[in-house]
């Protein structure tokens, strides 16, 4: 028998291909069995509500962990737009013009933590834990550490609103995945991503911008999160200094459990997809069983130790 056809290499394909799927089937057989209300269209619905605003920003942060990075600064950046988006607004600035500006504060964020761990050759983990300081640093001092009430009424639409019954944030998020799904499998850049998390010196060799391409993957990641933010400010219809805190654990799992390894160079959108809905089922779960809040941080916490054991198990 070859090493290839061997029981243990076919197990751990199947791991590797099946096993994210399964455990989400299994999540949602639980949940049904335990509470009446889960497996209803509305409550579907609101899982997915509820997971639009990480499942966004984890598309973002696959993107950077596919090319061997971290960006620990999302949930920070999702305060930092909500709370700039909404000031904007406040002061009668033309809604398209009030979303490009909240749009523009992820992509500079990310612009320049690419910049440095490129040209500096500073770690990811570091530059983007300062970024995350120093963004909800500064959405702390434009409020004060208030939250902006002062919006239109019609800017809590686009986060509260249904089109044929479904959440605009989940319209968001499902354009977003195609989108993301399509530049990393049918477009040259998303080959240069999987080159350059696979072998970064290799694919230097070979041509392509390394630099280029990490600065790309971290504006792609702060754009998103601002995107996030803004849909997360229109939900609340205020800007909240205080907003998005621990999104980037939840948003780490969720690429993880998903299947990119921590190392780069491997992992699917759609494993992201389901990984989100797994960590955003689990949270639904556990408050209609009224849970508390406390055991669910053990329980996220928990799987995300899962997740790195199954990320060292696939190697």
Request: some cysteine; overall charge positive; aromatic content about 8%.
């Amino acid at each position: 028998m070859s090493e290839q056809s061997s029981p243990k290499n076919i197990f751990k394909k199947l791991f590797d291909r099946f096993g994210i799927g399964i455990a989400l089937l299994a999540e949602l057989i639980l949940f049904s069995q335990l509470s009446e209300f889960f497996f209803t269209p509305d409550n579907i619905l609101n899982v997915t509500l509820q997971t639009s605003i990480t499942a966004i920003i984890a598309v973002g942060m696959t993107f950077v962990i596919l090319t061997g990075g971290i960006d620990l600064s999302v949930g920070a950046l999702v305060a930092l737009t909500g709370v700039i988006t909404t000031s904007a607004l406040s002061q009668s600035v033309p809604f398209p013009v009030a979303l490009l500006i909240g749009l523009c504060v992820g992509a500079i964020a990310g612009m320049i933590a690419g910049v440095f761990i490129t040209k500096f050759n500073i770690t990811p983990f570091i530059v983007t834990l300062a970024m995350m300081t120093v963004s909800r640093g500064l959405a702390f001092m434009y409020t004060e550490g208030r939250p902006i009430w002062e919006v239109p009424p019609e800017f809590s639409v686009l986060g509260n609103s249904r089109l044929l019954e479904i959440p605009i944030p989940t319209i968001f998020m499902f354009v977003v995945y195609i989108l993301a799904f399509l530049i990393l499998h049918r477009t040259r850049f998303g080959r240069y991503v999987y080159a350059v998390g696979g072998n970064k010196e290799a694919a230097r060799l070979a041509g392509i911008n390394t630099n280029k391409v990490l600065l790309q993957v971290y504006m792609i990641s702060g754009v998103l999160a601002s995107l996030s933010g803004i849909l997360l400010a229109s939900r609340m219809n205020s800007g909240q200094p205080n907003s998005g805190l621990m999104y980037e654990l939840d948003v780490i799992a969720a690429v993880v459990v998903g299947g990119t390894s921590l190392t780069g160079g491997r992992g699917t959108i759609i494993g992201t997809f389901l990984g989100a809905m797994l960590i955003g089922v689990l949270r639904n779960g556990l408050n209609l069983l009224n849970v508390s809040s406390y055991v669910q941080m053990v329980l996220v916490g928990i799987v995300i130790l899962l997740a790195v054991l199954m990320d060292r198990m696939r190697k």
